[in-house]
């Protein structure tokens, strides 16, 4: 399935990001939501901070927050991790160290970051060649597609569908991502 799907739409691009406080801000604007709708915001956040760090976020108010495109819900996770990263709670460049179950923990222990936000952040980021964030919804559209399925299948099918792929799940993803956004585009 996977090598008909790069024959049908190419090798994936690598769609890296800089590991750090950035990248998991710009993955919670992602959360349940467009991209495009995510990039936007973040944009705007750049405009009015030129470099995203814990500082500079803490130092915004609710109100620029919300003309920015946070609503108040994700400016509270990303408040809230600028502050873990601020008082050394967190360290996001020790994480760089950790095995991957050892990030999920941390980053699970965020609030605002749940399985998503962790995986992507692994794959990402900190480039893991084993993540797998199955309850994506542009990778389950994909991976239905890509098996003929009639309804999009399940996070939990997703879930046990990568296991054939470990420990390249990352590789399994980027080409689901790919071809759902090949499909997308024509």
Not at 35 to 41: D, E, P
Not at 68 to 80: D, I, L, M, T, W
Not at 129 to 135: C, E, I, L, R
Request: glycine share 8%; proline share 4%; aromatic share 8%.
């Amino acid at each position: 399935m996977l090598r008909e799907l790069v024959g049908r739409h190419g090798t994936p691009p690598s769609w890296f990001r800089d590991p750090g406080f950035a990248t998991l801000v710009l993955l919670i604007l992602e959360q349940q939501v467009s991209l495009a709708s995510a990039a936007a915001a973040y944009g705007r956040l750049e405009a009015e901070l030129e470099v995203v760090e814990p500082a500079g976020f803490n130092r915004l108010s609710d109100a620029r927050l919300r003309a920015v495109g946070f609503s108040r819900q994700k400016a509270g996770y990303a408040r809230s991790l600028a502050s873990a990263i601020e008082s050394g709670r967190v360290s996001l460049e020790d994480m760089a160290l950790l095995s991957d179950d050892d990030v999920r923990i941390r980053l699970l222990a965020l609030r605002g970051v749940g399985p998503w936000t962790a995986e992507c952040y692994l794959l990402f980021a900190l480039r893991r060649s084993d993540a797998w964030p199955s309850g994506d919804r542009a990778l389950l559209i994909s991976l239905g597609a890509a098996r003929g399925d009639r309804e999009t299948p399940t996070a939990a099918t997703a879930e046990a569908l990568g296991e054939r792929w470990r420990p390249w799940r990352s590789v399994a993803a980027r080409i689901l991502w790919h071809a759902y956004l090949s499909d997308r585009a024509r």
